[in-house]
């Protein structure tokens, strides 16, 4: 029965027969809507081991289905004129009509299901985008949606400001997390103090500070503050540096400023430096007269 059915099906597919269209699309119908099945089982299964929210997903498996719906009734056309070569340039056009037309979509969702698959950044995470520094609150399909850091504001406070970025210009942007590998970044503190100052009095005040206002960091990475020291024009430059959360830097370095600033107040070797200008009075020395020179008598 089954090598009839073949053979019923081998002659419908010979050139010339009245039966070679219909049979071409149901056979390009067919292998549409299996792959599709195929591919929406293994993508679903796929993403249920990711952290992707249910509404992104289902809205993509939404798009995704009336993507294939749109090759399948292309190809289906396609194959009603019996041609194996006119199946062939319809799917080639089919492809160049949906890159030009739908450029910016697809790539939107590609962006998106890289972010699922490579995960560069999740919700929570303080990164910068395009130029912008923001939390992430919220992923879709079509934009990245950030609590603006600073904006409004000096320094890296969240602002309240909503920023929506499209994923399709992921692709082209740098992107900059400050959360990539640990939850804690590198922070410093610049210190100026006079030349007449003890530094290593200055460095441990400094360290100290450091180490009250980051105590829980310390903790968690178990790196300790510490200094580095510089000439500069009007004095010796400390730059205090530590381990800190990304979101805590504006509060903690405010933290850090208050507790150097009471420390030097209650040392008398250490003051800090700032641009001034000094005037010193030298007494006048005298010097010995320089008699003019005589011309030598042969």
């Known amino acids: 029965m089954w090598n009839k059915a073949f053979e019923f099906i081998q002659s419908c597919l010979e050139a010339g027969s009245p039966y070679r ?17 195929t591919s929406k089982r293994l993508l679903i299964r796929y993403f249920r081991r990711r952290p992707a929210k249910a509404e ?32 062939g ?86 992107i900059y997390n400050y959360a990539f590998e640990t939850k804690y970044l590198l922070d410093e503190v610049p210190v100026m103090i006079s030349y007449e100052s003890d530094v290593d009095e200055a460095e441990q005040i400094c360290l100290r500070s450091a180490e009250a206002a980051t105590a829980e960091a310390i903790a968690k990475t178990g790196q300790q503050p510490f200094a580095r020291v510089e000439l500069a024009d009007s004095g010796v430059r400390i730059r205090l540096r530590y381990q800190i959360l990304a979101t805590e830097r504006q509060m903690v370095s405010s933290e850090i400023v208050r507790l150097v600033i009471a420390g030097f107040n209650e040392s008398d ?21 320089i008699s003019p020179k005589q011309p030598q008598t042969p």
């Open 21 to 37: 269209g219909p049979i071409l699309a149901a056979i390009a119908a067919v292998a549409v809507f299996a792959f599709y099945r």
């Open 56 to 87: 992104n997903l289902q809205n993509f498996l939404f798009v995704y289905r009336y993507v294939w719906m749109a090759v399948g009734a292309i190809l289906v056309v396609a194959s009603l004129s019996g041609s194996i070569a006119a199946l």
């Open 89 to 174: 340039i319809s799917a080639a056009f089919m492809g160049l009509v949906f890159g030009w037309s739908l450029q910016s979509p697809v790539t939107g969702i590609a962006a998106w299901l890289m972010i699922v698959i490579k995960r560069p950044f999740k919700i929570g995470d303080r990164v910068i985008i395009a130029g912008v520094t923001g939390d992430i609150i919220d992923i879709n399909l079509t934009h990245i949606v950030l609590n603006q850091v600073g904006g409004t504001v000096a320094g890296e406070e969240r602002s309240g400001r909503g920023v929506m970025i499209p994923n399709a210009i992921l692709f082209q942007q740098v």
């Open 269 to 289: 070797r250490v003051e800090f430096a700032y641009p001034h200008t000094e005037v010193l009075y030298r007494p006048k020395t005298d010097t010995p007269s």
